[in-house]
């Protein structure tokens, strides 16, 4: 079993800058593939950004040049630095991981609770 914790979301105005973190536990033997996802009210979830175990990234459109996502694989940790923060920007936002563990051969896809993000004035 894994638990895949959130912090860093809140409230802030156009132009600030937000940094959300992703901290996995439990009998973790590797990860994969890391990412964060967004989706706000009456739209679908989407990709904000992804990372390899090699560090290799890929962001969305919207957010490219003012979001950056980052990894630990030591700690099995994922994080979103967000500048430049747009309303648009508003969601709840989830990270998600592929572990696996030292009972198993597969990796398997697990989810954040979310956390809010709210740009506004």
């Known amino acids: 079993q894994v638990q895949l914790v959130e912090s860093g979301g809140g409230s802030v105005q156009p132009g600030g800058s937000l940094r959300l973190s992703c901290a996995a536990s439990?009998?973790?033997?590797?990860?994969?593939?890391m990412g964060w996802y967004r989706q706000a009210p009456g739209k679908e979830r989407e990709l904000v950004a992804d990372i390899t175990y090699s560090r290799s990234a890929n962001y969305a459109d919207s957010v490219k040049g003012r979001f950056t996502i980052a990894r630990d694989n030591a700690r099995n940790t994922v994080s979103l630095q967000m500048n430049s923060l747009k309303p648009e920007d508003t969601a709840v936002y989830y990270c998600?991981?592929?572990?696996?563990?030292?009972?198993?051969?597969?990796?398997?896809?697990?989810w954040g609770q979310g956390t809010q993000v709210t740009v506004s004035t």
């Open positions: 439990g009998s973790i033997f590797s990860t994969n593939y």
């Open positions: 998600t991981m592929e572990v696996k563990f030292y009972a198993g051969s597969h990796y398997l896809p697990f």
